[in-house]
C-alpha cells in the first residue's frame, strides 16, 4: 500500500510539474497584444450578455500589458515546475507553486464560471498542490508552532 502511494505521488508530481511547464511555455507563444488591440476587442463584449468574457479579456491582457507580470508568471510556472519535477526539488516546487495554482483555480471559479471541465481540472491540480505540500508536513509543521498536525 505504502508503495503505491508513493507511486501516486510521482505522478502527482509529474502531472502537475508538466502542466505548470506547459503553462509557463505558452506565456511565452503569442505577442503581446497592442494596447489599442486590445481596447478593439474589448468594445465587442460590452454586451451585458457578455460581461465575463470582457472580465477575462482585460484581466489577461491587463497582466500581459504590465510589461512584466505576464513573463514573470511564466518564468515561475517553468522555473517551479522544474523543481517540481526533480526529484530532490519536489517539496519546494509545490510549496512555491501553491499560489499559482490557487490563482488559476480562482480565475477559473470567479470568471469562467461557465466552464465547468476548466473549474474541475483546476480545482484538482490544486488539490494535487495541497496534497503534495501536506505529504511533506514533517518538514514545516514545526513553523507553525503546533505541536500535533
Not at 451585458?48 to 515561475?76: D, E, R, S
Not at 503534495?132 to 508552532?145: N, Q, T
Request: aromatic share 12%; with cysteine; hydrophobic share 50%.
Amino acid at each position: 500500500m505504502g508503495n503505491s502511494i508513493s507511486i501516486l505521488f510521482i505522478i502527482f508530481r509529474l502531472a502537475l510539474g508538466s502542466f505548470m511547464i506547459y503553462g509557463g511555455i505558452q506565456k511565452f507563444q503569442k505577442p503581446i497584444p497592442e494596447p489599442l488591440e486590445v481596447v478593439e476587442k474589448a468594445q465587442k463584449f460590452t454586451s451585458p450578455g457578455k460581461v465575463n468574457t470582457l472580465q477575462k479579456i482585460l484581466y489577461i491582457n491587463g497582466a500581459k500589458q504590465t510589461g512584466y507580470f505576464w513573463q514573470v508568471l511564466g518564468v515561475c510556472e517553468l522555473l517551479f515546475g522544474l523543481l517540481l519535477i526533480i526529484q530532490g526539488t519536489g517539496f519546494i516546487g509545490a510549496l512555491f507553486l501553491l499560489p499559482i495554482t490557487l490563482h488559476i483555480f480562482l480565475f477559473h471559479l470567479f470568471l469562467e464560471t461557465d466552464e465547468i471541465g476548466e473549474l474541475i481540472q483546476t480545482g484538482g491540480l490544486f488539490a494535487i498542490n495541497i496534497a503534495l505540500v501536506l505529504r511533506e508536513k514533517e518538514k514545516w509543521k514545526h513553523l507553525l508552532w503546533i505541536k500535533s498536525i
